[in-house]
């Protein structure tokens, strides 16, 4: 530590000290530090020093200069437009300063091209075109060298594979019927329903960039659903429907369609994914997922939600009743249109061997009330009873719908509906 006399002076930075017994005086952030000890007395009247324990850390000589304060770091939980901190800020400047030199790269071999990403311009200073180019640096950690790369080569992949104009296109019949786009979910985020049970696997994983491009036009549709605007949902709600899919579902010609897709959208769709639901999913396949899910980032894993066939109720957790497809056993039936569409869903659990009681509506004056109902999982026995406000004898409850003795309703029926109509009543299913 240098010299040092008790009492006596060391000159050096201070970082932390930690004394026992007499006193310490620190002068500046580089000076003199003087130990003061304070004396006492022996037995027989000699002058001894107190013992003094000095423990230092950290101690730099005058000859090194005093560092200045530390430049913050970028944090990638506010690489948000509506959270962005300075440092944030600057990395997005940086990057957009670079985009029309990308463009311009681009438009050497296609003039025409829009430079548009999800129906956003990138080259336009907005709100929208922010929010995208975030994207690339958050999936980057915020280094823009590489994020710009990553998002010249988006530009020309979409560019040279016309990507922005599969949206619009049409979709060849083995690749119809097996997607749901709807939304949003509890979150506010558009939410794009896979259903591979009914997939011609050799039609419509046997050509390899036939699928790719399959993929990409449901993703550009569920992509334009979003607003990009501040503090709205930036990602997607996906949900995958494995009902009907066998065990060897992924052959050879499977496996290489989903190969293509997973690395087209994983270089080309940063940060876009949200929560990735698998329903219905095996059980054998749903405990392989558990057993290795512990080697997958604690930020990826809280993205994926595994449920079995009976799993409504914490799907409906996820995504409202009435925006999930009748096949999960929702409401939701694209054609044709739903009788009551946009009316928000009454979950209700029966026990087995119980009862349940829900008053679906109450009226104050002659009025036509529309219902629909379903099961979504095993069979119950229901009833739809319109009851008149008034108790008077002759008003008795009417009993307007209802399952047959000893055939309940199924989940397989699907939505069952109807309508009645009456005076000051309440409807009570």
Known sequence: MGQQRWPGQARAQLTF????????????????????????RGRRGSRKSAPVLLHVLSLRGPEEPETSATTPEADLSRCYLHMLGKVESERLEALRALVPATVARVHETHPSWKPEIWGVNVQQTCEASDIVLLKYLRAEQLNVEKAAERLAQTLQFRADGHINEMAAAGLEDHFCGHDTINGPDVDGRPVMISRYGGMDNERVFGDVDAFVKYRLAIMEKTMARLSFTKAASEDLCQVHDYSGVPLLFKTSEVKAGVTAMTKVFGDHYPETKGKTIFVNFPAVFSKLFQAFSVFIPERTRKKFIILSETDHEVLFQHISPELVPVALGGMFVESPATQLPGVPCQVVSVPARSKAEVVLAELNGPATVSWELRVCSSEVSYEVVFCPANSEAEKQDQLVAGSTRGKPLLSSDGVVSGSYRGKEARCSQ
């Open 17 to 40: 000290l930690a004394v026992s017994s007499g006193r310490v005086v620190r002068h500046g952030a580089c000076g003199h530090l003087q130990f003061q000890v304070p004396r006492c």
